[in-house]
T-cell receptor
Framework: RKEVEQDPGPFNVPEGATVAFNCTYSNSASQSFFWYRQDCRKEPKLLMSVYSSGNEDGRFTAQLNRASQYISLLIRDSKLSDSATYLCVVGQNTGFQKLVFGTGTRLLVSP | DTGVSQNPRHKITKRGQNVTFRCDPISEHNRLYWYRQTLGQGPEFLTYFQNEAQLEKSRLLSDRFSAERPKGSFSTLEIQRTEQGDSAMYLC???????????FGSGTQLSVL
C-alpha cells in the first residue's frame, strides 16, 4: 500500500464547475499536510498547507481529517488555468521535513 | 533569479555513462533535498543535507548514486554507470531550518538510452 494514495484522474470539468480531490495517508505519525500543484514538465509548487481546522485561499479550500487520515481539496469556480496535476503531500518531521508525495490527480478544465 | 537553480535542464546519455547534476539552492536556505520523479508518479525522496552534512539517504539511492554539498551551498548528484531505469526528472529543493515549506528547482530531466 502506498503511503499517500490519490485518484490519478483525469478529472474533466467545464469552466465554472466545482471539483473536489481526496487523498488518504497511511502513516498516523504524519505531522504536516500540503497540496502542491504541478504543471506539465514543471516543478511542484506549494498550493496550500492543510490544517485540521480547514483553510481557505480564494477559490481553494483544504481540509484534514486526522481520525480518518484523509485530506481534501475543493476548487470552486474552476478556471482554465487551474488545469494541472494536484499532488497530495504528507510531511514526516523526522528531524527534517521529509515530504511524501501522492501520485497526483490530474485536472483538465475545458471552456 | 533568487529561486532554486538546477543544471542542466536536460541530459541525454548512453547506458553505462556517468552523469552529474548541480543544484544551487536559495542562498539563505541551509536545508537541501534531492527528489526523483518518474512519469505518472509523484516525486520520491532521495537524500537530505543540512548545511554540508548529508543526514538522510533513501534506500532508493543505490551505490551508483552519490550526492555532495561540500561547502553547504550548492550540491551535486552523480550517477555512475547509468541504467535505463535511472531515466527520470531529478528535482532539488531547499528550505530554511524549521520551515515546512520546500522550494523546488525546475529539475534535470535525465534520459538514458
Amino acid at each position: 500500500r502506498k503511503e499517500v494514495e490519490q485518484d490519478p484522474g483525469p478529472f474533466n470539468v467545464p469552466e465554472g464547475a466545482t471539483v473536489a480531490f481526496n487523498c488518504t495517508y497511511s502513516n498516523s505519525a504524519s505531522q504536516s499536510f500540503f497540496w502542491y500543484r504541478q504543471d506539465c514538465r514543471k516543478e511542484p509548487k506549494l498550493l496550500m498547507s492543510v490544517y485540521s481546522s480547514g483553510n481557505e485561499d480564494g477559490r481553494f479550500t483544504a481540509q484534514l481529517n486526522r481520525a480518518s487520515q484523509y485530506i481534501s481539496l475543493l476548487i470552486r469556480d474552476s478556471k482554465l488555468s487551474d488545469s494541472a496535476t494536484y499532488l497530495c503531500v504528507v510531511g514526516q518531521n523526522t528531524g527534517f521535513q521529509k515530504l511524501v508525495f501522492g501520485t497526483g490527480t490530474r485536472l483538465l478544465v475545458s471552456p | 533569479d533568487t529561486g532554486v537553480s538546477q543544471n542542466p535542464r536536460h541530459k541525454i546519455t548512453k547506458r553505462g555513462q556517468n552523469v552529474t547534476f548541480r543544484c544551487d539552492p536559495i542562498s539563505e536556505h541551509n536545508r537541501l533535498y534531492w527528489y526523483r520523479q518518474t512519469l505518472g508518479q509523484g516525486p520520491e525522496f532521495l537524500t537530505y543535507f543540512q548545511n554540508e552534512a548529508q543526514l538522510e539517504k533513501s534506500r532508493l539511492l543505490s551505490d551508483r548514486f552519490s550526492a555532495e554539498r561540500p561547502k553547504g551551498s550548492f550540491s551535486t548528484l552523480e550517477i555512475q554507470r547509468t541504467e535505463q531505469g535511472d531515466s527520470a526528472m531529478y528535482l532539488c529543493a531547499s528550505s530554511l531550518e524549521h520551515d515546512e515549506k520546500l522550494f523546488f528547482g525546475s529539475g534535470t530531466q535525465l534520459s538514458v538510452l
